[in-house]
């Protein structure tokens, strides 16, 4: 059963500690989506790959923020320092873009942060 | 800035009841897709329309896509306390998917 796979499901840190989410994508899938999630913002594009390369990361406060996506298996998010406004659930998803068509994103089940 | 709004925002019905949500932007989208997410889950893809005009129907849910491609509604006929969630509308374009906020369903027993 193919699914995406995000850890830690769950961290709680101090602010200025660096925090690293890794996610496994669906194999065979080319796109790569992290999403952040809160009340206020609902679900917001942070970045995102298509076979590995970094095509949009305008969503990102690059100060603090970094993607990548070292091989097919592993999606990572870092942020160094984290901050209290940091706090939320982000989701990665996998899917399979075809001449910019866009097919069903597949999510994890999120990695929920909290920046005391 | 968000391209896609919802409304509404909170929707809180009985059961046998029926409902629509709605899905509106001043961007084209080459598709628009419906998600629904439970607590502590992420979005699940309950379906996607490409074409104005379109309309599917899955079960009790019926989606529609506006003519200019812009916006889209979901309408629940007869809802049931399984409906109850988070529906969250996605515009496709250039391979990108952007969300809505969200409307959070509750249907009562």
């Known amino acids: 059963d193919a699914r995406v796979t995000q850890t830690p499901r769950h961290k709680v840190t101090e602010m200025g500690q660096e925090v690293t989410m890794r996610c496994q994508p669906i194999?065979?899938?080319?796109?790569v989506f992290w999403y952040r999630q809160t009340m206020m913002q609902g679900l917001e594009l942070l970045a995102y790959?298509?076979?590995?390369?970094?095509?949009?990361d305008s969503g990102m406060p690059k100060d603090r923020f970094s993607a990548e996506m070292p091989d097919a298996t592993l999606a990572t998010l870092k942020i160094q320092p984290s901050e209290p406004r940091d706090s939320a659930v982000y989701f990665c998803a996998s899917g399979l873009v075809i001449a910019s068509n866009t097919g069903e994103l597949f999510f994890g089940e999120g990695s929920r942060l909290t920046v005391l | 800035t968000q391209l896609l709004e919802q409304s509404p925002q909170f929707l809180s019905i009985q059961e046998g009841e029926n409902l629509t949500v709605y899905c509106n932007s001043s961007s084209v989208f080459s598709s628009l897709q419906w998600y629904r997410q439970e607590p502590g889950e992420g979005p699940v893809l309950l379906v996607t329309v490409v074409t104005g005009g379109e309309v599917k129907k899955l079960k009790r849910l019926t989606f529609q896509f506006g003519d200019a491609r812009k916006d889209s509604s979901l309408h629940i006929t007869a809802a049931q306390p399984g409906d109850t969630g988070l529906y969250l509308c996605?515009?496709?374009?250039?391979?990108?998917?952007?969300f809505g906020d969200g409307t959070t369903l509750t249907v009562k027993p």
């Open positions: 194999l065979g899938h080319n796109t």
């Open positions: 996605a515009g496709a374009q250039a391979g990108k998917s952007t």
């Open positions: 790959f298509r076979n590995r390369a970094p095509l949009d």
